[in-house]
């Protein structure tokens, strides 16, 4: 595939709508099926700042039997316990009901977790369904059901994988529903901390200003390593 310019790195190294390049996997859009799965672990200079996730076409199953620790069952006992902090939510729909697969692996999860943490907020209500956000995008096993990857850049590994290239995720859409889009920005509103990530000063007024600052492109910054796109499917 001819690689182009990249739409926020700003460099020669893009693909744009990788499910049409056939080297890079077949999607599937179906129950156990990611769109995304895995980190792309490639170097970045500011400490403790998030990798873009992998543009990699796989069922769960197939990524387990590809050697990848995405089965929650055998990861740490520390990690799982983590999960349930981190991510309640996509516990309680997926692991709680008997899904031990998920779409990220436990390296993955354990960069999600540093992440998501950072995410400020006191009521409760509010950091989880904040937090649901990336847990869903990058550990729900069905994630190619609500996730396009519009560009991938193609990278060189860090110091750890110096032989292996990555599709990383430059840009992704992130379908949710109309209802979510308001519940999420009504869970926060009232939290006094949460004008940091959505200030009316700043004309951010509702779920989607807010989604709009949480997915805007930060690659080796604070932020998203990705642009996110957030659109409603009704």
């Not at 599937?28 to 990798?51: E, K, L, M, Q, W």
């Not at 994630?143 to 060189?156: P, Y």
Request: aromatic share 12%.
């Amino acid at each position: 595939a001819q690689l182009t310019m990249c739409t926020y790195s700003k460099v020669e190294q893009c693909i744009q709508d990788p499910k049409l390049v056939q080297e890079l996997g077949t999607l599937f859009r179906a129950p156990g099926h990611c769109v995304a799965f895995d980190s792309s672990y490639v170097n970045v200079t500011t400490a403790g700042v998030a990798i873009p996730n992998r543009y990699y076409p796989t069922s769960v199953e197939d990524a387990y039997d590809a050697g990848f620790s995405n089965k929650f069952t055998e990861w740490s006992a520390t990690n799982r316990e983590q999960f349930q902090v981190d991510c309640p939510l996509l516990y309680n729909e997926t692991i709680a009901l008997g899904d031990d697969m998920l779409c990220c692996t436990e390296s993955q999860y354990t960069g999600l977790s540093t992440q998501v943490r950072m995410i400020p907020g006191l009521c409760s209500a509010c950091k989880e369904n904040l937090r649901n956000i990336f847990c869903q995008m990058t550990c729900s096993p069905n994630n190619s059901m609500f996730l396009d990857v519009n560009e991938v850049r193609i990278m060189g590994g860090d110091d750890d994988h110096p032989d292996a290239v990555f599709p990383a995720v430059e840009e992704a859409t992130y379908y949710v529903g109309k209802d979510w889009i308001r519940d999420i920005y009504d869970f926060c509103e009232a939290d006094s901390s949460f004008s940091l990530l959505c200030n009316p000063n700043q004309d951010c007024h509702d779920g989607y200003g807010l989604m709009e600052y949480m997915g805007k492109y930060a690659f080796n910054s604070i932020g998203s390593p990705l642009q996110i796109n957030v659109t409603t499917m009704d």
